[in-house]
T-cell receptor
Framework: NAGVTQTPKFQVLKTGQSMTLQCAQDMNHNSMYWYRQDPGMGLRLIYYSASEGTTDKGEVPNGYNVSRLNKREFSLRLESAAPSQTSVYFC??????????????FGNGTRLTVT | KNQVEQSPQSLIILEGKNCTLQCNYTVSPFSNLRWYKQDTGRGPVSLTIMTFSENTKSNGRYTATLDADTKQSSLHITASQLSDSASYICVVSGTGRGSTLGRLYFGRGTQLTVWP
């Protein structure tokens, strides 16, 4: 039982390059999320998908796009990478049926450096 | 302004000792409070979730307390082990608009190091 799987684990991009971060969960969760974690700051929500077919902006959506490909997969795309997007990106999922007391299940992150 | 503040920022203890981490929040209205453990290079893992009506919740050697009146929570670790070395993150869920979980407010974490 893998839980939440993120690929790649590490990536280095040059300014202006594009890439897609992949995330898949095998827990049959309805909701999926993308966060970024920067040194000295709490996790910040980029985008989320409450259910298959829906996506919404979080706190810091600028420069990113997302696709909920199916119930299992939720990808994050950087169209034109900037040094300010250097960060660790975490995908998470939760069981909508548990409501507000549902814990988040995180992947192990993608470490992205933009030069 | 809704905020979550954790203290101390970092802590070093000897193996076998107990410790307590603090979390103060100003999030209102409040839905629940969570503690996560994040090992270096890994994603956060849920330890406990407490609603406003719960005062104490345990998960093995981890015991979380919540005082919703003073908006304070603590995480007590008993008989620490080397594997407890990690960052401990306090997360408060507010009600209202936002994701299906409500709006989540993350603290910056307390970095705990356990020495042998």
């Amino acid at each position: 039982n893998a839980g939440v799987t993120q690929t790649p684990k590490f990536q280095v991009l040059k300014t202006g390059q594009s890439m897609t971060l992949q995330c898949a969960q095998d827990m049959n969760h309805n909701s999926m999320y993308w966060y970024r974690q920067d040194p000295g700051m709490g996790l910040r929500l980029i985008y989320y998908s409450a259910s298959e077919g829906t996506t919404d902006k979080g706190e810091v959506p600028n420069g990113y796009n997302v696709s909920r490909l199916n119930k299992r997969e939720f990808s994050l795309r950087l169209e034109s990478a900037a040094p300010s997007q250097t960060s660790v990106y975490f995908c998470a999922s939760s069981n909508l049926r548990q409501g507000f007391n549902s814990p988040l299940h995180f992947g192990n992150g993608t470490r992205l450096t933009v030069t | 302004k809704n905020q979550v503040e954790q203290s101390p920022q970092s802590l070093i203890i000897l193996e076998g000792k107990n410790c307590t981490l603090q979390c103060n929040y100003t999030v209102s209205p409040f839905s629940n409070l969570r503690w996560y453990k994040q090992d270096t290079g890994r994603g956060p893992v849920s330890l406990t979730i407490m609603t406003f009506s719960e005062n104490t919740k345990s998960n093995g050697r981890y015991t979380a307390t919540l005082d919703a009146d003073t908006k304070q929570s603590s995480l007590h670790i008993t008989a620490s082990q080397l594997s407890d070395s990690a960052s401990y993150i306090c997360v408060v869920s507010g009600t209202g608009r936002g994701s299906t979980l409500g709006r989540l407010y993350f603290g910056r974490g307390t970095q705990l190091t356990v020495w042998p």
